[in-house]
């Protein structure tokens, strides 16, 4: 149980286009969903917090305008990386989590490479 | 603020031996307390957590760690370590609000 699913694993795609990162929690229904991002050699850094219906919160320095997120399900939420560039090139990883009870359980990750 | 430090960026320690990856913590309150270990183009895994009681806690393929307020660490152990246990282990803490906040991890490998 508590399977997180990301979709892409992987994507490479040019500077100025948009990417859309799916997060799904498989098995249960998550009320709250992380996105992260990991930096080479470097630990993984909150990006924003999601619950379902309502709009994220983002941490400090993290553009709410280049970075949609979207919670539109118990089980769904997508991150949009909006007009990329090669400096968002990273690895992104999303966490879904059924109640503040429980831990998180994270989703595979997703490799994005903006040329 | 809260903060994680994992003082090692890299552990080598040979088949068969013990092993520790070292964790020390910084928050107010009582945190929780985790580890999660990710493999090479994978996410993180959940290996064990701290949240109240025994000091000691056992996880996930064999890891525990030892709850040390006084000295404010979290540190990981396995009795025996594996091959296969060679990766990237991370230790979180949860001040509340369920945000996590890691360490910048600590690079495991097992030498056959």
């Known amino acids: 149980g508590a399977v997180v699913s990301q979709h892409p694993s992987r994507v490479i795609c040019k500077s100025g286009t948009s990417v859309k990162i799916e997060c799904r929690s498989l098995d249960f229904q998550a009320t709250t969903m992380f996105w992260y991002r990991q930096f080479p050699k470097k630990s993984l850094m909150l990006m924003a917090t999601s619950n379902e219906g309502s709009k994220a919160t983002y941490e400090q320095g993290v553009e709410k305008d280049k970075f949609l997120i979207n919670h539109a399900s118990l089980t769904l939420s997508t991150l949009t990386v909006t007009s990329a560039h090669p400096e968002d090139s990273s690895f992104y990883i999303c966490s879904a989590q059924e109640d503040p009870a429980n831990e998180q359980f994270f989703g595979p990750g997703t490799r994005l490479t903006v040329l | 603020a809260q903060s994680v430090a994992q003082p090692e960026d890299q552990v080598n320690v040979a088949e068969g031996n013990p092993l520790t990856v070292k964790c020390t913590y910084s928050?107010?309150?009582?945190?929780?307390l985790f580890w999660y270990v990710q493999y090479p183009n994978r996410g993180l895994q959940f290996l064990l957590k701290?949240?109240?009681?025994?000091?000691l806690v056992k996880g996930s393929y064999g890891f525990e760690a030892e709850f040390n307020k006084s000295q404010t660490s979290f540190h990981l152990k396995k009795p025996s370590a594996l091959v296969s246990d060679s990766a990237l282990y991370f230790c979180a803490v949860d001040a509340g609000a369920n945000n996590l906040f890691f360490g910048t991890g600590t690079r495991l490998t097992v030498i056959p």
């Open positions: 701290y949240i109240t009681g025994d000091n």
């Open positions: 928050v107010s309150g009582n945190p929780y």
